[in-house]
T-cell receptor, first 114, second 115 residues
Framework: KNQVEQSPQSLIILEGKNCTLQ??????????LRWYKQDTGRGPVSLTI?????NTKSNGRYTATLDADTKQSSLHITASQLSDSASYIC?????????????FGRGTQLTVWP | EADIYQTPRYLVIGTGKKITLECSQT?????MYWYQQDPGMELHLIHY???????EKGDLSSESTVSRIRTEHFPLTLESARPSHTSQYLC??????????????FGPGTRLTVL
């Protein structure tokens, strides 16, 4: 069964600190993995995308890693800001369907305190 | 910010009412999707479309229906709303190109509350 599991479920950190969010998946055949940021009451916005041949991708203060062998990914946020407070969703796409089906994790709810 | 729009953003209605959630995109994307999301839970695909006059049901059973008469427009309709339909509904679209890695662009969502 294709699944995406994220941890922790929620996380509180102080402004300026770093944090790392985890994602494990069982989706096969694997196409790509994205991290989305979803602000409260808004739609998800893509932060990074990685294919099986990429093991790291950065977007400003966000750095994602991918280990396709162990089917794990992480999202590292550096020097957190109050605006980083959001849900971070790991999304894995398979390449076995013409639809390009996406498998969503439940997200990690990050709260950044001043 | 993606060029995909949803209206209304918030809707509170009584049981039994018919409602239509609007979704429009200006990117010329062929594929469009509707997801349902409850707080703290993952997005569930309820409908999708490959293009005009194409609609399919997703993984999560839904009493809603959709139509795709124009490329840019993908409305979702509930004939008789019930409290169990209370949720956030997200619309998305993607280009029909393998080079895009199936990136889906999401609208801001409609928060529906049925009393």
């Amino acid at each position: 069964k294709n699944q995406v599991e994220q941890s922790p479920q929620s996380l509180i950190i102080l402004e300026g600190k770093n944090c790392t969010l985890q994602c494990n998946y069982t989706v096969s055949p694997f196409s790509n993995l994205r991290w989305y940021k979803q602000d409260t009451g808004r739609g998800p916005v893509s932060l990074t995308i990685m294919t099986f041949s990429e093991n790291t991708k950065s977007n400003g203060r966000y750095t994602a890693t991918l280990d396709a062998d162990t089917k794990q990914s992480s999202l590292h946020i550096t020097a957190s800001q109050l605006s980083d407070s959001a849900s971070y969703i790991c999304v894995v796409s398979d390449r076995g369907s013409t639809l390009g089906r996406l498998y969503f994790g439940r997200g990690t709810q990050l709260t950044v305190w001043p | 910010e993606a060029d995909i729009y949803q209206t209304p953003r918030y809707l509170v209605i009584g049981t039994g009412k018919k409602i239509t959630l609007e979704c429009s995109q200006t990117m010329g994307h062929d594929k469009m999707y509707w997801y349902q999301q409850d707080p703290g839970m993952e997005l569930h695909l309820i409908h999708y479309s490959y293009g005009v006059n194409s609609t399919e049901k997703g993984d999560l059973s839904s009493e809603s229906t959709v139509s795709r008469i124009r490329t840019e427009h993908f409305p979702l309709t509930l004939e008789s709303a019930r409290p169990s339909h209370t949720s956030q509904y997200l619309c998305a679209s993607s280009a029909d190109s393998s080079g895009s890695y199936n990136e889906q662009f999401f609208g801001p969502g409609t928060r529906l509350t049925v009393l």
